[in-house]
């Protein structure tokens, strides 16, 4: 069975300054990967998702992510943060077939002023 | 607009009484879910169901039933049974041939 280790759950990070968020997962066979964004008491949105091909993803609000799978890691990345991006961030793991997605636990990005 | 809405955003309920949250949705999705979010703990999966009157148990199905009488919706029921039933839950679709499941809003419910 699939598994993912989000390796920080909270984040504090100053505006303008750039972030990464770490998720490392686990499986045997190939893997496609997600990464959603949520803001208080919603649902969640998806930021950026690797399928296959160039393993550079780009997503929305200027977030990036690079899927290792020598390292089994989908790392998100943004340059440059705003007061806006705080929020929770979940990475996801799915393997083929009908297979529900398998979420980590979440991590905190709290963007300070 | 096309998505997936669940009804009522804030459910409050007393112990020992049985409680419906909504999901429906207008993206033509076959596949459902149920996810449970506790703080630290992520989303845990409830029950999903690939296509309509067929489901299967998730990670934590004790003290929850659903169906899957139409395709556009999927009630939760979360019953007396369940021991800690304070939580959030979200429902989520999927598209047949795509990877990607969708999100509802929510339902906070709070049982005192």
């Known amino acids: 069975a699939q598994s993912v280790t989000q390796l920080d759950s909270q984040v504090p990070v100053f505006e303008e300054a750039p972030v990464e968020l770490r998720c490392n997962y686990s499986?045997?066979?190939?893997?496609?990967l997600f990464w959603y964004v949520q803001y208080p008491n919603q649902g969640l949105q998806l930021l950026l998702k690797?399928?296959?091909?160039?393993?550079l993803v780009k997503g929305i609000n200027g977030f990036e992510a690079e899927f290792n799978k020598s390292q089994t890691s989908f790392h998100l990345r943004k340059p440059s943060v705003h007061i806006s991006d705080t929020a929770e961030y979940f990475c996801?793991?799915?393997?083929?077939?009908?297979?529900?997605?398998?979420f980590g636990k979440g991590t905190r990005l709290s963007v300070i002023a | 607009d096309g998505g997936i809405t669940q009804s009522p955003k804030y459910l409050f309920r007393k112990e020992g009484q049985n409680v419906t949250l909504s999901c429906e949705q207008n993206?033509?999705?076959?596949?459902m879910y149920w996810y449970r979010q506790d703080p630290g703990q992520g989303l845990r999966l409830i029950y999903y169901?690939?296509?309509?009157?067929?489901?299967q148990k998730g990670d934590i199905a004790e003290g929850y039933s659903v169906s899957r009488e139409k395709k556009e919706s999927f009630p939760l029921t979360v019953t007396s049974a369940q021991k800690n039933p304070t939580a959030f839950y979200l429902c989520?679709?999927?598209?047949?041939?795509?990877?990607?499941?969708?999100f509802g809003p929510g339902t906070r419910l709070t049982v005192t």
């Open positions: 989520a679709s999927r598209g047949t041939g795509s990877y990607e499941q969708y």
């Open positions: 499986s045997s066979v190939s893997v496609y």
């Open positions: 690797y399928l296959s091909g160039s393993t």
């Open positions: 996801a793991v799915k393997v083929a077939g009908n297979t529900p997605l398998v």
């Open positions: 993206l033509n999705h076959d596949a």
């Open positions: 169901s690939q296509i309509v009157n067929d489901f």
